[in-house]
């Protein structure tokens, strides 16, 4: 080790970095991290909420969650409609992307009409949607009453085939326009010189389309889908004021199945280790896009 | 030398029309939830796709009358402003530590607080709750404000750091011979400097703030008008026949929102952008 490491190193305790960072630090530990930690010990337990007591059981919690159905089921709802919206949401805010970024006339005016959705709160999205959705007097279905498409109308959200699909339009409504700015940003980086120069070397606007805007923007691809299938995982308001999980159990997810189980079931302790899953399904999802971008970053 | 007026292709039309319908149905929803907002409950259940026939306030009127709107709306604000101005005062301060002092413990920082970005709340919630009343942060303003404080970290260093790197240190150098003190140079020299990063994050946040439902629903104390979100979500279960009640709510969540967004738009913009970049 050469002597400026060492000096570096032993540089005495810098006063000043800390009094600028100790309140941030402190209150991140407090109120993110301890929580955090405690949540692990308490997904050991069989905690109800309330009692000062808290009971160890081991890892029958995890156990519960490796055999039950309701966790499975969960589970299965939560890939459904995270899957669905990752991919719709990305499709979509792509294809505004590319229309805003070439319309000719109001740019900046459809930029946010795309973006307002994004703006509103989850329960207002979720009752709005919930009113147009409604058998008798929504929107959906006086539209097919007047085009005289009766036979489609649907109780859209209490026919359970349907259920996570109509949950997961009301998210890529409401965040499809969020993407869409990334897109838009990256779009805007692509150099106007290397397309002006594929255009006067003949290559359609499919060819300049494939070959050089969709590998510039693949870095944004990665980010919008790792984005949008943590963000998925998380939903909890529109289901909450939509279906309150049901039918049954048809849109109950891991997030819904955790608050459920916590607050109406006086089960806090299987309930965060539900969370503990979640925890470790971001992780990893966040170490595939670390590696996706990186492997990009050495091919560039 | 004036260009000759390109001619416009049919294609350009094509996509402008494709615009259009995409943008209408788009904003549909909200305005369907304004028009439904001014018109009467009837008028909503017979046809939900028709316009307002007058300017109908009548929903407004029962629902200031029949809920306790006002407090909502005066504690979805409180909210609001109390934790920004906050945020404001202790993450770009965090930031600039950070980012102008490195050392080995300060990168640990960072990374230590981004990782921090990864935690869902969900997951710590319960814990949470419990700290909250041993501290006696349950059951008042004080829990959710600390709790937004600390949500805010995470992003917030990402921001400020990276947009730290964009400022030259020369200027901190002069004001610091001059006899500043880093406390000093940071508010007076450096902050100013940081206007657009700050006004990103205080829209993002703030935004976020605003719409939150679960932390205002669980910490404030029941009995009472809690926010605009908690309210309007107790009355799709309370008030199943008065949707134009609800419509009325509404509204009043969504125009705030909208209003910032027209005035500061290309802070949303900057901040998306900035946070994905580095995210």
Known sequence: MNSTNKAAKKKKFDKTAFAFIAPAFLLFTLFIIVPTVSSVYYSFTSWDGISPNVKFIGLANYKEIFTSDRFGNAMKNTIILTVFISIFE?????????????????KNFFRSAFYIPVLISGIVSGFIWKIMYNYNFGTFNAVLDNLGLEAWKQDWLGNSALTLIMIGVVLIWKGAGYYMIIYLASLQSVSQDLIEAAQIDGASPWQRFKSITVPLISGAFTINFTLSLINGLKVFDQINVMTDGGPGFTSETLVYLLYKVGFNEGRQGFGTAVGIMLLFIIIVLNTIQQKFLRSREVQM | MRKAQKKVKPSTFVLFAVTVILAFLFLYPVFFALM??????GDIL??????????????????????????????????????????????????????????RATALTYT???????????????????????????????????????GSIAFGTLLYCSFLKGIPLEIEEAAMIDGCTPFQTFWKVTFPLLGPCTGSMVILNGLGIWNDYLMPYLVLPSGKAKTITVEIAGFVGQYTARWD???????????PALIIFCMFQKYFVKGITAGAAKG
């Open chain 2, 36 to 41: 439904s907002a001014f018109k009467s409950n």
């Open chain 2, 245 to 255: 009640i609800v419509f009325a709510g509404t509204v009043i969540s969504i125009v």
């Open chain 2, 46 to 103: 017979k046809s939900p796709i028709s316009f307002p026939k007058s300017l109908y306030i009548q929903n407004f009127k029962d629902l200031f009358a029949q809920s306790d709107f006002m407090t909502a709306i005066i504690h979805s604000l409180f909210l609001t402003v109390v934790s920004e101005v906050l945020i404001v005062f202790i993450v770009p301060m965090a930031a600039y530590g950070i980012e102008r002092r490195q050392s």
């Open chain 2, 112 to 150: 230590y607080f981004l990782a921090g970005m990864m935690i869902p709340f969900h997951l710590y919630m319960f814990p949470l709750f419990k700290e909250m009343k041993m501290l006696h942060l349950f059951g008042n303003m004080a829990g959710p404000i600390v709790s937004y404080i600390a």
């Open chain 1, 90 to 106: 990305n499709s979509i805010a792509l294809a505004l992307a590319l229309i805003v970024d070439n319309v000719r006339w109001g």
